[in-house]
C-alpha cells in the first residue's frame, strides 16, 4: 500500500472534504492534492469582488496535520500579498487556524479558535472575508497594519498591486519588492 493510499485510510473526514470541495466546487477557490498527498493541498484563492485584491489570483498550500480534525492545518500563500492578518512569509493568522482552547494572550475567545466542526471549505470562505476585512487590531503584518490604519490608500495600492501581479502566468516574474 503506498503512503498516500495510507493516507486516505488514516483520514476519511479530510478525502470526504476534498471529494465534496471536487462534486461542489466554490467559485471563490480551488483546490487539490500536491503530489497526491492527502496532507498537502494547493489552494487556488480568487480575490474577493470590491477589494483591492479584487480579479487576483493566489496560490496557497494548505498541510493538514496526521490528527485533522482534531488539530487546525496551516495554510500558507505562496503568492505575495499584503495584507495585515499574512506574515511576510504568506503564513495566514486567522483566529480559526489558532489551536483549540484559551487563547495565552488573551486576545481571542476559545470559541473563535480551531473546532473539529471546521472545514476546509469554512477556513477558506473565513480567509477571504479576512481578505475583504483586514483586522488591523491583531497583526502579523505589523507593517501592512500600519500602512491601513495611517495611509489607506497606499495600503490598497499596494494590496492591488500585489493582486495585479498575481495574475502573470509565472510566478516567478513576480519581483520581490512587489509586497515590501
Known amino acids: 500500500m503506498s503512503d498516500s493510499d495510507k493516507a486516505r485510510n488514516e483520514n476519511g473526514k479530510l478525502l470526504k472534504e476534498l471529494r465534496d470541495l ?3 466546487p466554490n467559485p471563490s477557490f480551488s483546490v487539490g492534492l500536491i503530489e497526491d498527498n492527502l ?7 480568487f480575490g474577493p469582488t470590491d477589494t483591492p485584491y479584487d480579479g487576483g489570483v493566489f496560490q496557497a498550500e494548505m498541510a493538514f496535520p496526521t490528527d485533522y480534525p482534531f488539530a487546525p492545518p496551516t495554510l500558507t500563500f505562496k503568492t505575495d500579498i499584503w495584507h495585515p492578518n499574512i506574515y511576510k512569509d504568506g503564513r495566514v493568522c486567522i483566529s480559526i487556524l489558532h489551536s483549540a482552547g484559551d487563547d495565552p494572550h488573551g486576545y481571542e475567545d476559545a470559541g473563535e479558535r480551531w473546532s473539529p ?3 476546509v471549505e469554512t477556513i477558506l470562505i473565513s480567509v477571504l472575508a479576512m481578505l475583504s476585512c483586514p483586522n488591523a487590531d491583531s497583526p502579523a503584518n505589523i507593517d501592512a497594519a ?3 490604519r495611517n495611509t489607506p490608500k497606499v ?3 499596494n494590496a492591488r498591486r500585489c493582486a495585479e501581479l498575481s495574475m502573470e502566468e509565472a510566478p516567478s516574474k513576480v519581483p520581490e519588492e512587489c509586497c515590501k
Not at 496532507?39 to 484563492?45: A, D, E, H, S
Open 22 to 24: 471536487s462534486k461542489n
Open 39 to 45: 496532507y498537502k493541498w494547493n489552494i487556488t484563492m
Open 117 to 119: 466542526a471546521q472545514t
Open 146 to 148: 500600519l500602512e491601513l
Open 155 to 157: 495600503f490598497r495600492r
